[in-house]
């Protein structure tokens, strides 16, 4: 057993072993090289991009405090918040079953070096990305009366390897593990697996910082499965080989053959959403980090069939990236340009879109999106639910929703981080707060369920 000294010596050694980068000439090149610029989208959105380097890269990590007894999460007038569970274990994505069951993943990011395993032993890491534990299991919720509030909570699946994505498909339930897909026999209504799984595809396993998460999505016909695999590194700095089969979404048939990439070049895809209405597939995307407060920014975009996104070699369209030059300028000339900026670092995570109509008309059709936050950023990032409007299919600037997670004002502390997003059949929005440990229901005036009204 290590001392209490020892441990504070191998964090100490872990701090100081993350201190290197780029030299001053270096970073000098890059900026000279990549001048500042403005970006224009493919929805004609205008986007600023500083040169690289122009602020220095910090780590900023909120202190994560519990949520104050009746507090919640802050949405416009007009909408009501209440918790819809709490006491769970690190809560990150819902899954709402055909039914209307909700489907819970919790896990957590899993200490794989020896200085990451003492700070997590030791809670060293105040934010709670890092954890001393996965719980490793999917939690069922029903309301069985309607009122809005769950009154049944079992656990559905466990012995998990860090689940993420769900997807249900006729008499089959699928679960992404950080190192594949698993098929189980599902009966509609369910309240636990019982059968064996089967896994029908393997992926690369963990990954950069919390790359380990896995999402799932079908088409409208489920003839085809869709996966996210985030990278391996920031910029590759582990090499080629490292990245086999990351950065990408992955296609595949629903019994696991046909793998093909679908698109590449996305540093860490994770929401994963069709466009009401039509063949249109959108993701959001965490970019990458080190380069300064505002490089690069994380995006929300249509992704094209065989398209590439820059990763790694550039970013935001064609702009090398300084820490990969001369690198492969044949797939930068392909380099894509995302079509919604989110803001450097925010951490964007859920995704989805609004379908229902329990809310106002001018949230039909838009797009929900989860930031869970940044800390790699001077001031706090994130942190907060974006809604992206959509008028004549094409989608507007980000705009608060729900906020409050962060304390405020000049303190580190923050209640909660919010992940993942869905809907549920009465048309409210229920959102994963992976930090607070909690889901939160938020619902229109006039179809709250009960639900208390927002704090303001």
């Keep these: 057993m290590m001392s209490k000294n020892s441990t504070l010596l ?40 500083p040169a690289p380097y ?54 957590s990011t899993i200490p794989m070096t020896m200085t990451n395993k003492v700070a997590a032993e030791l809670k060293l890491d105040k934010s709670r990305s890092l954890r001393d534990h996965s719980a490793n299991r999917i939690t069922l919720f029903r309301d069985t009366n309607k009122d809005g509030k769950p009154d049944l909570r079992t656990t559905f699946l466990a012995n998990l390897r860090q689940p993420f994505g769900m997807l ?39 990954g950069y910082n919390n790359h380990w998460t896995r999402n799932l999505l079908a088409n409208a016909d489920g ?40 698109a590449s070049g996305l540093r860490n895809p994770i929401g994963l959403q069709w466009q009401p209405g039509t063949h249109t597939l959108w993701a959001v995307v965490n970019e990458r980090d080190e380069l300064g407060d505002e490089l690069v920014p994380d995006y929300f975009t249509s992704v094209k069939e065989g398209g590439f996104y820059g990763w790694p070699y550039s970013y935001y369209g064609q702009n090398a990236e300084p820490r990969r030059k001369n690198e492969r300028p044949d797939l930068i000339k392909k380099a894509l340009v995302p079509d919604v900026s989110l803001g450097a670092h925010v951490a964007a995570l859920g995704l989805i879109f609004y379908t229902k109509a329990a809310f106002p008309a001018r949230y039909h059709n838009g797009a929900f999106i989860g930031e869970h936050g940044s800390w790699n950023r001077t001031k706090y990032s994130g942190y907060k639910v974006v809604f992206v409007p959509f008028a004549n299919g094409k989608p507007g600037q980000p705009e608060d929703f729900l906020t409050g997670f962060l304390v405020g004002g000049d303190s580190k502390d923050a209640c909660g981080r919010p992940v993942g997003v869905t809907i549920l059949p009465d ?30």
């Excluded at 897909?181 to 393997?202: E, H, M, N, S, W």
């Excluded at 996210?228 to 629903?254: C, D, F, K, Y």
């Excluded at 929005?429 to 909690?438: E, W």
């Design 10 to 49: 191998l964090a100490g050694l872990g701090l100081l072993a993350a201190c290197g980068g780029p030299s001053k000439q270096e970073k000098q090149e890059a900026a000279a090289s990549t001048p500042a610029q403005t970006v224009t989208t493919p929805v004609a959105d205008s986007v600023h991009l």
């Design 54 to 107: 122009a602020t220095k890269s910090v780590t900023n990590r909120v202190n994560i405090v519990p949520w104050p007894a009746g507090k919640t999460p802050t949405a416009p007038a007009g909408f009501a918040v209440a918790e819809y569970a709490g006491n769970m274990d690190s809560p990150r994505w819902i899954y709402v079953a055909p039914n209307g069951d909700v489907l819970v993943a919790e896990a």
């Design 168 to 206: 249900i498909l006729g008499n089959n339930f699928y679960v992404a593990n950080t190192d594949g897909v698993l098929r189980f026999p599902y009966q509609p209504g369910a309240t636990k697996i019982t059968g064996r799984g089967q896994r029908i595809i393997d992926l690369p396993k963990g």
């Design 223 to 262: 003839s085809k499965i869709y996966v996210t695999v985030g990278s391996g590194s920031n910029v590759q700095e582990h090499g080629a080989e490292n990245e086999v089969r990351r950065a990408n979404i992955l296609e595949v048939n629903p019994d696991g053959t046909g793998e093909k990439i679908y």
């Design 427 to 456: 048309g409210s929005l229920l959102v994963a707060d992976d930090a607070g440990d909690k889901i939160w229901r938020v619902s229109a005036a006039g179809n709250s369920g009960g639900a208390s009204k927002a704090s303001r």
